[in-house]
């Protein structure tokens, strides 16, 4: 009876871990990706369920308007974006503002989501109170919208 593994039993489960980590480990940044991705999703929908509560506390003050912008009126100087909508504001790590269009860089991704290494921008329409995907006067992939949309 033997008490010990074979140096060949032991090299070949080695090569078959080896060969297991192969598959994995690229799954395993898909799925990170994935996650920073709908991490931005659910920043875009967040935002836009802070405009539309916004206009709800407009309402019960008596007046029937949407936020006239996205920020407190203060400026973005501390990168704190979407501070007039959100209770805890997005940082500036992502997000970009100039005049109520708002840039989110996909930069960085490394393939995972369907939009890697791209950029999203988005319009807000105060009358509306729409906070729109759009091509931002950039030539940027045609899918983008469609996934935050």
């Known amino acids: 009876m033997k008490k010990a593994f074979t140096m060949i039993e032991l090299i070949f489960v080695i090569v078959i871990l080896g060969i297991l980590s192969a598959f994995a480990m690229p799954k395993l940044f898909v799925s990170r990706d994935d996650a920073e991705f709908v991490k931005a999703k659910v920043a875009v929908q967040s935002i836009r369920s802070?405009?539309?509560l916004k206009k709800s506390t407009n309402l019960m003050?008596?007046?029937?308007?949407y936020p006239a912008d996205l920020e407190d009126g203060k400026g973005t100087g501390d990168n704190?974006?979407?501070?007039?909508v959100l209770e805890q504001p997005l940082d500036g790590k992502r997000w970009k503002n100039a005049n109520?269009?708002?840039?989110y860089s996909l930069k960085g991704f490394s393939g995972g989501a369907t939009v890697a290494n791209s950029d999203a921008y988005f319009d807000y329409n105060s009358t509306s109170g729409t906070f729109t995907c759009t091509n931002g006067g950039k030539k940027i992939r045609p899918d983008i919208c469609a996934e935050f949309n």
């Not at 704190?80 to 007039?84: D, E, M, N, R, T």
């Not at 109520?100 to 840039?103: Q, V």
């Open 50 to 52: 802070g405009i539309a």
């Open 100 to 103: 109520n269009r708002y840039f």
């Open 80 to 84: 704190l974006y979407f501070k007039g």
């Open 61 to 65: 003050a008596g007046r029937a308007a």
